[in-house]
């Protein structure tokens, strides 16, 4: 079973803001929190991770819960580029085992 | 630098017949995983190597394997199709760490 629970679908308007959620109410000390994205025909590509503080590089920024139980991507101003499947997963280095989930595909309107 | 490569990117067998898939990944990484991607099943782990060693098993049949090699390009075998292993066959390199994982585009498989 998958280690987060992400909502099927979301709908945003281009140049909004995007908040993107995904519970992980059974992560470990040592899991590190990756977000990826999936446009169609591609394969994932990496969008960010963390540990315990909130993370931004260019492509978006993440918040990760005091308690580390959830955690949102956030996109600042959504493109119509930015139309994928985003996927949350918890990453333990010592164990790469990774369980992806069914993600959330984000659709973004004109 | 250049990303992580497989071959072939698409390839139609027979059930029954057996394929084999190859990955190159971004140099200098050592542990190279591999998934199934279906419609129903969503995106599926099937194992990890590193350093040549199988870390991690999926829950997938025996039928489906692999291996690395020591400059750390990876292949999976899959044994006797069957029209279910119709999929997209993805691989991620990463370097050792909890870093990125790097994927390929990824071999779509058919089986008739």
């Known amino acids: 079973d998958a280690k987060t629970t992400q909502p099927n679908s979301m709908e945003s308007n281009e140049e909004e803001p995007v908040h993107l959620p995904c519970n992980h109410s059974?992560?470990?000390?040592?899991?590190?929190i990756h977000w990826y994205r999936q446009l169609p025909s591609q394969g994932p590509e990496y969008v960010i991770h963390g540990l315990t503080s909130n993370v931004n590089n260019r492509m978006a920024s993440l918040a990760i819960a005091e308690d580390r139980k959830s955690s949102t991507l956030i996109l600042h101003r959504a493109t119509l580029r930015d139309a994928a499947v985003y996927y949350c997963?918890?990453?333990?280095?010592?164990?790469?085992?990774?369980?992806f989930g069914k993600g959330t595909r984000l659709h973004i309107l004109p | 630098k250049a990303g992580v490569t497989q071959t072939p990117r698409y390839l139609i067998k027979t059930r029954g017949q057996q394929v084999t898939l190859s990955c190159s990944p971004i140099s200098g990484h050592r542990s190279v995983s591999w998934y199934q991607q279906t419609p129903g099943q969503g995106l599926q782990f099937l194992f990890e190597y590193f350093s040549e060693t199988q870390r991690n098993k999926g829950n997938f049949p025996g039928r489906f394997s692999g291996r690395q090699f020591s400059n750390s390009r990876s292949e999976m075998n899959v044994s006797t199709l069957e029209l279910g292993d119709s999929a997209l066959y993805l691989c991620?390199?990463?370097?050792?760490?909890?870093?990125?994982?790097?994927f390929g585009e990824g071999s779509r498989l058919t089986v008739l």
């Open positions: 059974t992560i470990s000390g040592t899991d590190y």
């Open positions: 997963i918890l990453r333990d280095p010592r164990d790469d085992k990774i369980i």
């Open positions: 991620a390199s990463s370097s050792l760490g909890a870093g990125e994982l790097f």
